[in-house]
């Protein structure tokens, strides 16, 4: 697991995304593969593409779902692995 305060973003200039129905879809323009957040992932999102922190998206999940804060932050763990390829760190 990487630092709690380590800044998360998007890959912004290699990704285009929309919200369809009930998720995102993105494109990796560096890779013409198609990608697809859904669920509570779809809440987090907005934060990954204006950058943040691991416990700013754990937050979220806190605040938004009724879930404990052990499997949100499992769950977390589990999104941000999914989502490696499209992420980048500072």
């Known amino acids: 697991m990487e ?11 290699d990704l285009a995304w929309n919200e369809v129905d009930d998720q995102v879809v993105v494109l990796d323009t560096t890779t013409s593969t198609y990608h697809a957040v859904s669920g509570a992932g ?25 879930v404990p804060a052990e499997r949100a932050a499992a769950d977390l763990e589990a ?5 490696a390829p499209l992420l980048r760190t500072a």
Do not use: K
């Open 3 to 13: 630092p709690v305060g380590q800044q998360l973003a998007v890959r912004a200039e």
């Open 42 to 66: 779809v809440a987090l999102w907005p934060l990954l593409v204006e950058g943040t922190t691991r416990a700013d998206l754990l937050e979220r999940l806190t605040s938004t779902f009724d």
């Open 79 to 83: 999104f941000l692995a999914s989502c």
